[in-house]
């Protein structure tokens, strides 16, 4: 994928939220894999946070996000399985202004090289919202790093070309204009 060294690299400010019962701060290595990542590629870490499997909690700290002009971008990482208590999707499509249809085909093309049809079983979904752009990835460090390393790491570089979210974000809010 190209990359135009002639460009100036822009830093994106991205948050990352774990959805998890059952991990922390010791041991939320999804999370950790994105901050690592994140900072590797010179962007900013905004904010960081863990919360349960709870649509209402999940939804509370995307909204306070999505209105923080000091975040660009949000990553989620869990609850995009098909389970009872997978409702990170359920939280997260509802925010969307606009859908990014293609991040879910991309991410499943990807992964499918590498699970199989076992990537069937992740509903991973992107899009829009309040000029946010958000990124839901299963919470295995595996569909971290194939989301990240696959797509966002692209598409979140102003120098990628043909082209990229980036240079697109000025131009999100216009409807509000």
């Known amino acids: 994928m190209p990359i135009d ?68 971008a949000i990553i989620t990482t869990g609850g995009t399985g098909l389970t009872g208590r997978d409702v990170t999707v359920e939280a997260i499509k509802p925010l969307f202004e606009k859908e990014i249809d293609g991040f879910s085909a991309i991410f499943h093309r990807i992964s499918y090289d590498k699970i199989g049809t076992s990537t069937l079983q992740s509903r991973a979904c992107a899009g829009v919202a309040g000029g946010t752009y958000l990124f839901a990835l299963p919470g295995s460090t595996g569909a971290v790093k194939d989301g990240w390393d696959g797509i966002l790491k692209y598409q979140l570089d102003i120098r990628h070309r043909p082209c990229n979210f980036v240079e697109i974000m000025p131009r999100l809010l216009e409807h509000n204009r």
């Open 5 to 72: 060294e002639t460009i100036a690299f822009v830093p994106v400010n991205i948050a990352v939220l774990t959805v998890s019962d059952t991990r922390d701060e010791t041991n939320d290595t999804s999370g950790d894999t994105l901050a690592t990542r994140i900072a590797g590629a010179g962007h900013h870490l905004a904010a960081r946070a863990i919360v349960k499997d709870d649509a209402a909690t999940i939804a509370a700290t995307l909204k306070r996000w999505i209105a923080d002009p000091q975040i660009d």
